[in-house]
């Protein structure tokens, strides 16, 4: 009996002390597949997760200049800059966009970074995004004046709520712009827009930087036909 009872705890030793070791070893691959808790990651993804989750500028900078690729993307189809919004790290979203970062890159949900910014409520992100997005729209507005192209006009006014009253690098309106270049479609529809709502109308009357009003570009360029849809829209010279 003294011998079978040692034998006996012995065995529940080995039993007992080899489930820790199993259950012990189950937590670890746990941690591993959990955005590596506890671990420092090796690949290039893995550390700027980790960068962003810390809000290290430092760490995100040397990741850019070692050549990171600003629009890939990780397991979950989330891009440094969606998981930099997800994470309120408004000076690393700031650097993801100067670093040219695509802000309509969608991760595994179908989402940009500016829909979790618009969802969570996250204003000042949201805000920097929006801006981004803006002069993306402008880029393409101006690319489809020069072209003369109705619909693709019509649609970035319509859909995507471009506002038609800004000025150009060159210190031209898009309406100016299209004057000076005797873009008759583009002229027409951009001096005859009406937002539905009155926030992005054409302010038909707004001066390029030398001061020159649209109606008054019209008469110096000598489009005579420019000039009476200007004055019937009440242009001002």
Request: net charge negative.
């Amino acid at each position: 009996m003294f011998y079978g009872g040692i034998i006996f705890i012995f065995l529940f030793s080995i039993i007992n002390g080899g489930c820790g070791q199993h259950e012990s070893s189950n937590y670890m691959y746990r941690a591993t597949n959990n955005d590596h808790q506890g671990q420092k990651s090796t690949d290039p993804l893995g550390k700027m997760r980790e960068a962003i989750a810390s809000d290290s500028t430092t760490q995100v900078l040397e990741l850019l200049k070692e050549g990171f690729p600003i629009n890939s993307q990780f397991e979950d189809g989330r891009s440094a800059l969606i998981e930099s919004t997800l994470q309120t790290r408004v000076t690393l979203v700031d650097l993801f966009l100067k670093n040219n970062a695509d802000i309509n890159l969608k991760d595994n949900t179908g989402k940009t970074a500016l829909d979790y910014a618009r969802e969570k409520e996250i204003s000042r992100v949201w805000t920097l995004l929006d801006l981004e997005r803006q002069n993306q729209l402008k880029v393409q507005f101006l690319k489809f004046l020069n072209r003369g192209s109705a619909d693709p006009l019509t649609k970035l006014l319509q859909d995507e709520g471009v506002n038609p009253n800004f000025l150009t690098d060159d210190g031209e309106t898009p309406l100016t712009l299209a004057i000076l270049k005797k873009k008759k479609v583009s002229i027409q529809i951009i001096a005859q827009w009406e937002d539905p709502y009155g926030i992005t109308n054409t302010n038909i009357n707004l001066p390029n930087k030398d001061n020159i009003k649209p109606l008054k570009l019209a008469l110096q360029t000598n489009q005579p036909d420019i000039v009476e849809l200007l004055q019937n829209l009440k242009a001002e010279e």
